[in-house]
């Protein structure tokens, strides 16, 4: 959700020509990671939950291009996303840590002594 309202942030940056581009890429593809986690989370089944995770994992890919892009582009200076660049980082290592722990299966539980 901190990404989220830093991308918001950085985007009132950006010049209004982008409002309808980027601006409205890069808040959408910020959006869609903390709501795609929680839907996943929400419908309590491992596999449905892994794949929200990769889709969350896939907009961060998305807003990472567009963080790319707008300094390309000269819309954006490379100091004012380091910031941002250095969240998306963060927000990356988590969903693989949460992805890698969903993968691992569940350790059985063995049956009780008699």
């Not at 989220?4 to 910020?30: D, H, I, W």
Request: aromatic residues 2%.
């Amino acid at each position: 959700m901190a990404l989220v309202e830093t991308v918001y942030k950085l985007t009132f940056n950006l010049p209004l020509s982008e409002k309808f581009g980027l601006v409205s890429q890069m808040n959408r593809a910020a959006v869609s990671i903390p709501a795609n986690i929680a839907e996943g989370h929400g419908l309590k089944h491992r596999g449905v939950c892994l794949n929200h995770l990769s889709i969350s994992r896939g907009s961060l890919s998305e807003l990472e291009t567009c963080l790319d892009l707008v300094v390309r582009l000269g819309l954006l200076k490379p100091e004012s996303v380091a910031g941002v660049q250095s969240q998306c980082d963060g927000v990356g290592r988590l969903l693989g840590a949460l992805i890698r722990a969903l993968r691992t299966p569940a350790p059985r539980s063995s049956p009780p002594a008699p």
